[in-house]
């Protein structure tokens, strides 16, 4: 099994919806894990639009980086840009660091209708990416 971490500054909202689909998509080929710089909580927007592709991530937990400092990472993971230019030194000389950097829906402002079409997008990015890490490197 790979040991699989999803780095972001506040672990609460792209970081956890990578999670849940890396878990969904790889869960009998690797141990999934998210953390950020920061913690920062649950998004609840994160939540409700996840659910509405199928996936419970309510039982998630926000965690900081610093708890997973005994894990062997196969895969890195950034999903923002803060996280990939501040996150401290991550000890894995054999781990395959990746970023991209996801269009971060909880800053987004608008009526309620617009919200929920920001996250959307964002979840639909970052489906797409595990989709294809999943199929490229698992």
């Keep these: 099994m790979k040991n ?3 780095l972001c500054t506040g672990n609460s909202c792209r970081s956890q919806m990578a999670h849940g689909y890396l878990n969904q998509l790889a869960s009998e080929k690797a141990h999934i ?6 913690t920062h909580g649950l998004n ?4 409700a639009t996840m659910a509405k592709d199928g996936l419970d991530i309510s039982h ?9 400092d005994q894990i062997d990472w196969d ?3 950034t999903v923002c840009d803060h996280a990939n230019e501040n996150c401290p030194y991550i000890a894995a000389p054999n781990a395959i660091r ?3 950097n996801f269009y971060d829906p909880s800053k987004f402002v608008g009526t309620a209708d617009e919200t929920e079409a920001a996250f ?3 979840r639909n990015e970052i489906k797409a990416y595990c ?8």
């Design 120 to 122: 959307a997008k964002a």
């Design 60 to 68: 998630h937990t926000s965690n900081n980086v610093a708890e997973y």
């Design 44 to 47: 609840p927007g994160a939540l």
């Design 98 to 100: 990746l970023h991209h």
């Design 4 to 6: 699989i971490l999803v």
């Design 33 to 38: 894990y998210s953390a950020g710089i920061e």
């Design 131 to 138: 989709t294809a890490f999943v199929k490229e490197h698992l």
């Design 75 to 77: 895969f890195i993971i």
